[in-house]
């Protein structure tokens, strides 16, 4: 069955550095998204992208933040200057289409910043 | 603010016997439902989606939906021990694309 691959499974990060976490959505699906969750808490939703532009995004996710499709299979997050509170764990998801449409995750990348 | 609401749990069933998880979500304009299983550590997994009034079935898994009362519930029949997780129940609002999660429910199966 088709799924979606995150890499790194963890990131280690100093305050202040940037970081790339990388995504493959699976291959038919047209709408990606990143979520994150903070250990012991709900499942938030960062941003989705659709047709190389991002189509909604949350108030967590502001400038520090953004997201890419480089080539035709990666789906990318970069997080500028880390803060201890961006230590979570960060879930790639992509759909066939959007609104009424299952979405499927990855197993995340679990990032640490120290 | 839209809010998905799910007790915390946990919810404790013996082995065999049905769970029942409940969620009620405050966007009436909401038009799409789904359970999530959450093993501890790991990503949310894709257990059930509805989008209409009444009940869906798949397998041992019934999800159910009151739009009027908007509520959603997802009953988990012969319920075994790799059944305890912690379900998420999800919605997207009219109009969006996001999904937003409960807390999620903690279900404990015991031999």
């Known amino acids: 069955e088709p799924e979606v691959t995150q890499t790194p499974s963890h990131q280690v990060t100093q305050m202040g550095q940037e970081v790339i976490l990388r995504c493959v959505p699976i291959s038919n699906h047209l709408y990606f998204y990143w979520y994150r969750q903070i250990l012991g808490q709900k499942v938030e939703f960062l941003v989705s992208f659709y047709n190389n532009e991002i189509s909604e995004k949350s108030e967590i996710f502001d400038d520090q933040f953004s997201v890419e499709r480089p080539d035709g299979s990666n789906f990318t997050l970069k997080i500028r200057s880390t803060k201890l509170e961006d230590s979570a764990m960060y879930f790639c998801?992509?759909?066939?289409?959007?609104?009424?449409?299952?979405?499927?995750f990855g197993d995340g990348t679990r990032l640490s910043i120290l | 603010q839209k809010e998905v609401e799910q007790n915390s749990g946990p919810l404790s069933v013996p082995e065999g016997a049905i769970a029942s998880l409940n969620c009620t979500y405050s966007?009436?304009?909401?038009?799409?439902f789904f359970w999530y299983r959450q093993y501890s550590g790991k990503s949310p997994e894709l257990i059930m989606f509805?989008?209409?009034?009444g009940d869906k079935e798949d397998g041992r898994f019934t999800a159910q939906l009151n739009k009027a009362s908007q509520y959603v519930s997802l009953l988990i029949r012969d319920s075994q021990p790799s059944d305890s997780a912690t379900y998420l129940c999800a919605v997207i609002g009219a109009g969006f694309q996001k999904l937003v999660f409960g807390t999620g429910t903690r279900l404990l199966v015991s031999p």
């Open positions: 966007d009436r304009g909401s038009q799409s």
């Open positions: 998801a992509s759909s066939l289409t959007a609104s009424n449409q299952p979405q499927h």
């Open positions: 509805i989008y209409s009034n």
